[in-house]
């Protein structure tokens, strides 16, 4: 099974540029999640969704975008990069009912 | 609001020194506790959940307890590859129940 993907594994972008960060699940879980993980700083949530055409906010959800139109996928948009989002993001998924969470590899994403 | 603290936030060992990590929780209604396994460069990696206090679960030479107040993540006789960075996560009843909240990890390095 392939899991959590996430793509692209690593990405620079100038201030201001957008762009989108990929994620797929093939297990069918409802539940959806992206996290940053800064040095000293833990992980910290974004957005979350608990199913296709639901999304909430996280601890930090400014500067981003997310949407789920099915199942499987939860892209993740960052409307004007800043250097403050330079970050590893990590985007996770599980079953709702029992809450362990299937993470991606990552994606290494430096804002200059 | 739910919280995790886990000690301590790095730990040496030698290969075959045993120890214990250290989560302590505060949350309203404990909806599960997690513990995950991360590598450098890679998302973390589901290893328990306990739900309920005096729960114990083991995996090779892990063994993660649990009481009211906190989880103990047992070591047993480690070996280099159990060298990680180790987290702790809590879902409790309140509020956004599917949104677990984590620690900052403890780091773990098992030297040869």
């Known amino acids: 099974n392939a899991g959590v993907t996430q793509t692209p594994k690593f990405q620079v972008l100038k201030t201001g540029q957008s762009m989108t960060l990929q994620c797929a699940q093939d297990?069918?879980?409802?539940?959806m999640s992206w996290y940053r993980q800064d040095p000293g700083m833990g992980l910290r949530l974004i957005h979350y969704s608990v199913g296709a055409g639901i999304t909430d906010q996280g601890e930090v959800p400014n500067g981003y975008n997310v949407s789920r139109s099915t199942t499987e996928d939860f892209p993740l948009r960052l409307l004007s990069a800043a250097p403050s989002q330079t970050s590893v993001y990590f985007c996770?998924?599980?079953?709702?009912?029992?809450?362990?969470?299937?993470f991606g590899e990552g994606s290494r994403l430096t804002v200059l | 609001e739910d919280q995790v603290t886990q000690s301590p936030e790095a730990l040496r060992l030698q290969e075959g020194e045993s120890s214990s990590l250290n989560c302590s929780y505060t949350v309203s209604g404990l909806r599960g506790l997690f513990w995950y396994r991360q590598d450098p460069g890679k998302g973390p990696e589901f290893l328990f959940t306990?739900?309920?206090a005096g729960e114990e679960k083991e995996k090779e030479r892990l063994k993660a307890t649990l009481t009211k107040k906190e989880s103990f993540l047992h070591i047993t006789a480690p070996k280099p590859e159990d060298s990680a960075t180790y987290l702790c996560a809590v879902r409790g009843a309140s509020g956004g129940s599917y949104i677990p909240t984590f620690g900052r990890g403890t780091s773990l390095i098992v030297h040869p």
């Open positions: 996770a998924s599980g079953p709702r009912d029992t809450g362990e969470l299937f």
């Open positions: 297990m069918n879980h409802e539940y």
């Open positions: 306990l739900y309920s």
